[in-house]
């Protein structure tokens, strides 16, 4: 029904057929309406003589003029025959018995025409109610129309101006872009910078060895201080491949191969990869049987998890014995896991900035490139990495990641 009406409404000529379709109702209906005065006109004409011509007490006025009056009728030739004998004296009972009859006859079929027509006007009149019904429904229809045109205008209005946000957002997410490829090259210029430092202790260390062994061609024991300058060179070289590890792991963030991949598994192995870093500590593995796995790349994932369990090793400046908790949950659609450990914490001050390139608080020990790192994978994979520490009382980073088949 919904659909008929709409291709009824949407037809461009269904107006003008509805007028024309009013306009022969209402023609057809005057014209019956007429033939139906007239036929009853006329039947009643008929009764009349019928009762003047029929009785043999009638006036000869009154027969006259009611034989004059059918000179217009079906009857006209037996009126006038019968006019033509009243007034040569001949107009026998004979003579008034046929004329009866004709009349009788010819209002036979006048009552008869009329019950046609009278049927066809009522038949008109049906259709013309059921016309009038159409009209009105289209009508409704039409303005209903309207009602869901006008819903439809403002569906559009906010369909619109759901567009325009979203353009908005593109546009800040070009911001974005544009900041991302400032910030690239700021950590280009952090990156020469930072790997510069400890090259400088490198050369600088071993050139101190290259002149300590100059002079042990001569004499004296320089075994002490080489080993000093020799642990420098290596410390330094250690920095730089640290840094360099970072980076890389920076810079394939955008090669990866998705698969499902169980939690469980992935946390164990993080964990045995970390327990050279953690053996000194407490670990509290904190997982239930049953957990679903997410849809990632699993070295990466494994590269965050790692990363956040060594954060939390490290996590213990006075070099003292800590505990760190490892947690896992199905969130709904998701998997939340958690590393906490109870060690030093992270001042306010520097909350703000630990998920920044270059901000470490390990001094030396760090790049600051790790958490950077970890949160931009997890995004990747379309989870969030969170973190909440106080100064003093330990730190806790939640991960949340989709399930393989949310």
């Not at 009762?51 to 037996?78: H, I, K, N, Y």
Request: net charge negative; charged share 30%; aromatic share 4%.
């Amino acid at each position: 029904m919904a659909g008929w009406t709409r291709r009824v409404l949407r037809s461009r000529g269904i107006a003008p057929l509805v007028a024309v379709a009013l306009l022969a109702f209402v023609g057809w209906t005057l014209w019956l309406a007429s033939s139906v005065h007239q036929l009853r006109g006329t039947l009643e004409d008929h009764v009349r003589w019928i009762r003047v011509v029929g009785d043999p007490e009638t006036p000869e006025p009154a027969l006259r003029g009611a034989l004059d009056e059918m000179g217009a009728s079906a009857l006209a030739l037996d009126a006038t025959a019968a006019r033509r004998a009243l007034d040569d004296d001949r107009f026998e009972a004979t003579r008034r018995d046929e004329l009866v009859a004709g009349l009788r006859a010819e209002t036979g079929r006048i009552s008869a025409t009329l019950g046609q027509r009278w049927t066809q006007l009522q038949l008109l009149a049906a259709l013309s109610l059921a016309l009038v019904a159409l009209v009105a429904l289209l009508f409704t229809l039409a303005r209903r129309q309207v009602r869901e045109l006008d819903a439809l205008g403002h569906v559009l209005a906010e369909r619109l101006e759901e567009l325009e946000e979203r353009d908005a957002e593109l546009e800040a997410r070009l911001h974005e872009i544009e900041d991302r490829e400032q910030l690239l090259r700021t950590v280009a210029a952090s990156v020469v910078h930072e790997i510069n430092n400890p090259l400088c202790y490198v050369t600088m260390s071993l050139g101190s060895v290259e002149r300590e062994l100059a002079r042990l061609e001569d004499a004296g024991d320089a075994s002490g201080r080489l080993r000093i300058m020799s642990k420098r060179a290596i410390e330094g070289a250690d920095r730089v491949a640290r840094i360099a590890q970072d980076l890389k792991r920076l810079t394939a963030q955008t090669a990866s191969e998705s698969a499902p991949v169980p939690i469980g598994d992935l946390l164990d192995t993080a964990l045995r990869l970390s327990g050279g870093r953690l053996k000194r500590h407490d670990v509290v593995r904190r997982l239930p049987d049953e957990l679903p796995a997410v849809l990632g790349d699993r070295h990466r994932l494994e590269q965050v998890f790692l990363n956040l369990l060594l954060n939390a090793g490290d996590a213990f400046g006075d070099g003292r014995r800590g505990e760190v908790v490892v947690r896992a949950e199905a969130d709904g659609d998701a998997v939340a896991i958690e590393v906490h450990d109870d060690g030093d914490g992270i001042a306010e001050a520097d909350l703000e900035r630990v998920f920044d390139p270059f901000v470490t608080t390990k001094g030396d020990a760090g790049t600051g490139l790790g958490l950077y790192v970890a949160r931009q994978i997890v995004e990747s994979h379309g989870g969030l990495l969170t973190l909440t520490s106080r100064e003093g009382d330990g730190t806790s980073v939640r991960v949340v990641l989709p399930v393989a088949d949310a």
